[in-house]
């Protein structure tokens, strides 16, 4: 049989494993198979030749129990449902693996970024919280950036927003630009997260960070950020590197500045004139110390997992690893950072975002930073906790699966309490 890839297939599949491993209540497990409320909505948008197109977007709030609906908005060409409705449920294992105070949610809107100007793009993201309306709000549930969205969609959208309830309503999106209640460390905020993690893991296995070699798939806002970070506080070098046109690797060390320039004069990361050319498939399978996959889902799979060759995977992006390479990179030894623990930075500081917002007072970078830090080191020590106490009972669980047990046990917990079993 072939490997499913369905996205929100996937999500069920790592749930259920979950389930069965934890011995959940069944009606606890029949909720939290399926998104509480999705949303479709049909958006008219005046376009710059004077027509106007209509798209279709999505919203989804998978589950509510631990507090308001949280999550990104893609704009993707490819953007369908069962990716919603997948982001959604790992938005809800992300905030509650963070113990943050809310549930998980997802938006998506078809359409290509790309092809669309600042006016259209504007037009657009009003349209799509103008067809939202109430159904999302600070107490209700809260969007954020993800794929392809910015600080300036987010600004208009909260500005809209706005409008729709008549007095200044910060609190209703984050990832905003810091001039209208965004929060100081946002931007780089997932992959400094990330980081904090990579120096739990290196730990537990007596990697110094220091003298590694580190290969990033993906050149985004996740992957950029890793890049310069990753170097900056560990000392180690990355010698391999790509984005969705392909990659490059030098075993001497990828310099980032001169990177960041060819990536900018050429628009691809094989614009960099040292080194050697690579595919994203080679890329994945080079000889290192970390792999950090900071772009899309579905990257390691069955049918190249038994390939990776280096002591961590670090899961910056969401979902870039499927369920069958999850095992095998478990047996293989490799220590396997789940994407809902690695990349939860964003989310992290989204919260202190909204909790600035309600508060009406900001704090400074370093604050933000310190208490990341304190909280997504405690998620780590929740997960490697978890697999212990399982490990004492004589079974042994991969960090995904601890990461599972602990969310779900968490949001379980909130749904028993509030009596909806
Ligand atoms: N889109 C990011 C994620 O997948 C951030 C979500 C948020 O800040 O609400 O975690």
């Known amino acids: 049989m072939s490997e499913e890839l369905n996205p929100f297939k996937i999500a069920q599949e790592e749930l259920d494993a979950a389930a069965e491993t934890m011995g959940l209540d069944k009606t606890a497990h029949a909720i939290l198979r399926e ?6 909505v049909n958006i008219p948008v005046k376009m710059q030749d004077g027509t106007t197109k209509v798209f279709n977007g999505f919203r989804v709030l998978y589950n509510d129990a631990r507090g308001p609906g949280k999550g990104g908005i893609r704009y993707h060409p490819l953007e369908n449902v069962d990716t919603v409705k997948a982001l959604s449920a790992w938005m ?6 963070a113990n943050i105070p809310f549930g998980g949610a997802k938006g998506g809107v078809i359409c290509d970024p790309k092809t669309l100007n600042d006016f259209e793009l504007e037009n ?13 709000g600070p107490k209700v549930d809260i969007p954020a950036p993800d794929v392809y969205t910015n600080p300036q969609i987010m600004a ?12 200044d309503e910060p609190g209703v999106i984050t990832g905003k630009p810091l001039e209208i209640g965004g929060s100081e460390g946002r931007f780089d905020s997932t992959a ?3 980081m904090y993690v990579l120096r739990e893991a290196a730990k537990t296995i007596n990697l110094d960070l220091k003298n590694s070699k580190i290969i990033i798939q993906g050149f985004g806002n996740a992957g950029m950020f890793a890049f310069e970070i990753a170097t900056r506080l560990s000392g180690g070098k990355v010698i391999g590197v790509s984005d969705s046109e392909g990659g490059i690797y030098d075993p001497d060390g990828i310099d980032y500045n001169k990177l960041l320039e060819a990536k900018k004069r050429t ?9 050697q050319k690579v595919t994203n498939e080679q890329l994945l399978e080079l000889d290192a110390d970390v792999l950090i996959p900071a772009a899309i889902e579905n990257q390691i799979t069955a049918a190249n997992a038994d390939r990776i060759k280096t002591k961590i995977v670090l899961e910056l992006a969401n979902g870039p690893v499927t369920p069958d390479a999850d095992k095998i990179l478990f047996e293989k030894g490799i220590l396997d950072m789940p994407d ?15 909790v600035q917002d309600i508060g009406g007072y900001y704090w400074t970078q370093e604050d933000v930073y310190k208490r990341l830090d304190t909280i997504i080191t405690r998620s780590f020590n929740d997960v490697i906790g978890m697999q212990k106490q399982y490990a004492a009972n004589g079974k042994k669980i991969s960090p995904r699966t601890a990461a599972y047990i602990v969310a779900v046990d968490r949001v379980a917990r909130a749904m028993k309490f509030r009596g909806w079993y």
């Open 35 to 40: 998104p509480k409320r999705i949303l479709t």
């Open 340 to 354: 809902f623990l690695v990349n939860s930075g964003g989310v992290i500081v989204s919260y202190f975002e909204w």
């Open 192 to 194: 400094m997260g990330g």
């Open 124 to 136: 657009l993201s009003r349209g799509y919280i103008r067809a939202l309306g109430r159904a999302i």
């Open 156 to 167: 208009w959208m909260m500005d809209e927003y706005s409008e729709l309830v008549g007095y």
């Open 267 to 275: 628009g691809k990361v094989q614009g960099y004139e040292k080194g």
């Open 92 to 97: 809800t294992w992300k905030t509650s693996l």
